[in-house]
Every structure is written in structure tokens, then in C-alpha cells.
């Protein structure tokens, strides 16, 4: 005798449907659910669920499209950043990205940055040392656009700059601002 299972009568496969119980309430054309993997696009929420994950996907990609733009002026690329964050992260965020938060070097570049009527941070501060303004790459400030009455400290610890639109002075548009205040900002990197 062979080892395994030993049938009489019929063997598996030759009998007929008719040799086995049909019940009422059985659908033969249903899925059976040890298939985890049937034919999930004929059913309605396997559909849906396919639509929304392209959905997300696609949305998610229009709002990171959407909060950095490229603009090219002179020498440089810049990359305005939509979105707000305070000083010390809009510096940190060009650093990794091979840039510097904007350093402004003549009355053309300013001219060109506030031309973008947004508000947003440059990279200029006296964080190291009150009252003596340097740029993010250590060159200390020679030209300056402040607006009337900056900088100002007002109410103490306005230690980062910005360019604002609420000076009347068409170029003058710097001010002084607390380094914690969420603005947009801007990195510049030189085309090379």
C-alpha cells in the first residue's frame, strides 16, 4: 500500500457537479474570500480607494509645486519659499539647499526683490553683536534700504531683517523684525 490517502470509488476530479450538494443560498460566480487579492477592481470601494490615493498624491504634489517659485535675476537664482517659518529656519533651509538667505548687493537687486511684493526675510541680522548688522555669510552691511525710522528694536529683540511694503519709499523697504516672526523667505544661489 502506498503511503497517503487512499479513496475508493471515484477518484478527485471525475465526479460530476451533480455528485456534490447544491445549496440555495450559494453563489458560485462570488469570490471566494481566501482570495484576498480578487479582482478588486470590479468592486466600487476598491475603485474609490485607488481614486483617492491618485488624488492625494497628485494634490500633494501641486502644494509643494506651489510654495517655492524660481525667479532669476542678474547672476543668481532665487527661490522664494511660500510658506512661513521664522529667521533662523528660512537660514537653515537654504544652507541645505547649497544657497544663502538673500544678501542684497546693490539698488537693482532691491529694486528686483521688492518688485515680488511679498514680505519675507533677508539675510541680515545683529544676533552676535546689537546694533552691528551683518549679512548671513559674515560681510557687514555697507549699503541699506531701511525704511523710515529703522531699525528700530522696537519693543526689544528685532534682530532679523525683512523686506516690508508699508514704507512709502519705492527701494527703501528694509525692517527690523523679532527673528521668531514667521514670514516667507528667500535663498539665493549663484548660476554657475
Known amino acids: 500500500m502506498s503511503e497517503g490517502i487512499e479513496f475508493e470509488g471515484n477518484v478527485i476530479g471525475t465526479n460530476t457537479k451533480t455528485d456534490f450538494p447544491t445549496y440555495a443560498n450559494e453563489d458560485d460566480d462570488k469570490p471566494k474570500p481566501a482570495s484576498v487579492c480578487y479582482q478588486w477592481w470590479k468592486r466600487p470601494s476598491g475603485v474609490a480607494a485607488v481614486c483617492l490615493g491618485l488624488l492625494c498624491v497628485l494634490l500633494l504634489a501641486r502644494i509643494i509645486g506651489l510654495s517655492v517659485h524660481l525667479k532669476v535675476f542678474g547672476n543668481s537664482n532665487y527661490y522664494v519659499f511660500m510658506e512661513q517659518r521664522n529667521w533662523e529656519y528660512a537660514k537653515q533651509d537654504c544652507l541645505k539647499r547649497g544657497a544663502q538667505l538673500v544678501i542684497i548687493n546693490n539698488q537693482e537687486e532691491q529694486k528686483f526683490l521688492v518688485s515680488l511684493n511679498i514680505r519675507f526675510w533677508i539675510g541680515l541680522s545683529d ?60 535663498c539665493e544661489k549663484p548660476i554657475d
Open 127 to 186: 544676533i552676535e553683536n546689537k546694533g552691528t548688522w551683518r549679512w548671513v555669510d559674515g560681510t557687514p552691511l555697507t549699503t541699506a534700504y531701511w525704511g523710515e525710522k529703522e531699525p528700530n528694536n522696537e519693543g526689544g529683540g528685532e534682530d532679523c531683517a525683512e523686506i516690508r511694503h508699508v514704507f512709502t519709499d519705492p527701494v527703501k523697504k528694509w525692517n527690523d523684525n523679532s527673528c521668531t516672526s514667521q514670514l516667507n523667505w528667500i
